[in-house]
């Protein structure tokens, strides 16, 4: 009997957050909005985030040489794969949207635990709209050689205002 309703008890919370899971406004200044396909949203036209509410979904760092920068840089940001988990994206591509308008498509299998960041962080000090801020999608460019390509640096957005989940 206790292994029945065990079993049912995990069936019934494993199905809760399907549909439960709700994004809380920003507190702070937008950093990033995500919009079209996003299944969890928290304003009209998406899913808004400041910086506490990128934090929270968890924190990934690295050390990595870039195109861009003089030697190797520590990139402290939130993980592309764990956003797209947070909103529940399982399909279609993105476009990486910068303030000046640039955009770049990425690939939703781009989206893997060791991939990339989306930083707000460089050397410790976040990144102001000056230096690339305040948020760069960043590859780890050193640990996985694959990534140093033409298409890569071309994803790799800086000033990122917004991300359209694509069908």
């Given amino acids: 009997m206790f292994r029945w309703v065990a079993c049912c008890a995990f069936l019934l919370l494993k199905t809760v957050p399907a549909f439960a899971i709700s994004l809380e406004a920003p507190q702070g200044p937008v950093l990033l909005t995500v919009t079209g396909a996003v299944p969890v949203t928290n304003a009209p036209e998406g899913a808004q985030f400041d910086l506490h509410m990128l934090e929270s979904i968890g924190t990934t760092t690295f050390t990595t040489a870039t195109i861009?920068?003089?030697g190797a840089q520590r990139f402290t940001g939130?993980?592309?794969?764990?956003?797209?988990?947070?909103?529940?994206?399982?399909?279609?591509?993105?476009r990486a949207v910068a303030i000046n308008e640039y955009s770049a498509e990425i690939p939703?299998?781009?989206?893997?635990?060791?991939?990339?960041?989306?930083?707000?962080?460089?050397?410790?000090?976040?990144?102001?709209?000056?230096?690339?801020?305040?948020l760069w999608i960043v590859y780890p460019f050193d640990d996985y050689p694959e990534y140093r390509s033409e298409i890569?640096?071309?994803?790799?957005?800086?000033?990122?205002?917004r991300i359209v989940i694509e069908p």
Wanted: glycine share 8%; no cysteine; net charge negative.
């Fill in 68 to 70: 861009w920068t003089e």
């Fill in 152 to 161: 890569i640096f071309a994803r790799s957005i800086w000033q990122l205002s």
């Fill in 108 to 134: 939703l299998e781009d989206a893997v635990p060791e991939g990339p960041i989306i930083a707000w962080a460089r050397n410790g000090s976040l990144m102001s709209v000056r230096d690339k801020g305040p």
């Fill in 78 to 94: 939130v993980s592309l794969h764990d956003l797209i988990q947070a909103l529940q994206v399982t399909e279609g591509s993105l």
